[in-house]
């Protein structure tokens, strides 16, 4: 199978997910490979509301940043499998997952009939 379609596809995507983790969090300094969400300023706001809109705003951090770490696990995941030539292959029953399936998610594990 070629799969270098799919490696720079994988590639940008991992390449955007950096970029829209950077927005909502930060490296973990204490775990690598792992994120968190940035820390909002305590003590600063002026009232009661403001400090409501920023833990809403941080819970909806952690919720994103948990949906996009996932997503670029799968992502770190199907490059290892690119390198270790096990590209492709279905985790299920070990055949070629189809091309137009990992056209449409070069993430894909499985091939139509497993997923
Ligand atoms: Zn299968």
């Given at each position: ?94 055949e070629k ?19």
């Amino acid at each position: 199978m070629k799969t270098e379609q799919f490696k720079k596809r994988l590639e940008e995507e991992k390449a955007k997910l950096e970029a829209e983790m950077a927005s909502v969090g930060r490296k973990n300094p204490r775990v690598p490979g792992d994120w968190e969400p940035i820390p909002s300023e305590t003590g600063t706001e002026a009232d009661l509301a403001d400090q409501a809109d920023v833990v809403m705003s941080r819970e909806s951090n952690i919720a994103i940043l948990g949906d996009l770490e996932a997503r670029y696990d799968t992502i770190l995941e199907a490059l290892k499998r690119i390198e270790k030539k096990t590209y492709g292959i279905c985790r299920v029953c070990g055949e070629k997952i189809e091309e137009a399936r990992l056209g449409a998610d070069p993430a894909a594990t499985t091939c139509i009939k497993h997923r």
